[in-house]
């Protein structure tokens, strides 16, 4: 990015968190922020966690109100390395909105969250409404490949936990798995394969 436009961005950055200390306008301001077309990830990074907004910002994500949804949840992907904590508490709110989310590049945002979790991870009441999802999703030749992907992944994640689902698993990708990309389906041929291999070495 040129370094005149890159210094506008902070500047404008700037400009929202001085606003930020009107509590009223917070949510407003963020909604303005993470609307705009072009926005610094790591300026986002340091607004989200220096202000410690992760409740408007969840409360934005997860609206259906695009683009601003779409973009929040992208850039509240990079907080969660340094505060995974914090987006389980989260979870049983997103498993909960998935189903009315409309955009495939938005959705895939929102499971990118659950990919290095494991199942103890998830709130109980709400495992089986993600599971069923991320099958739907998987199955759904109208989705996107990374998409697609990304449900497979936390798919897996109930499989290591419960290896009886493995041959389910292997089914619905069999049936599905000419309808994906190239790459989409050597990787997830490849993680259904190491997922197979430590259940047979485990037994």
Known sequence: MPWKLKNCFKLHLKAVWDNMTDTDNTYQNLKAYFGKRHFEKSDAVDLVQNGNYYDQCFDLALSNEQPVAWHTAWALSACQDNHPEKFRNYFPRIIRALPDMQKDGHIRELLKYFRHSKLEDFPENER??????????????RKQPGLRSNALQVILIFVEDEPDLLGEVQAIFELSKNQLSHGVRKSCEHRINAIETRILNED
């Open 128 to 141: 089986g409404m993600l599971f069923d999802f991320c099958i739907s999703v998987f199955e759904d030749s």
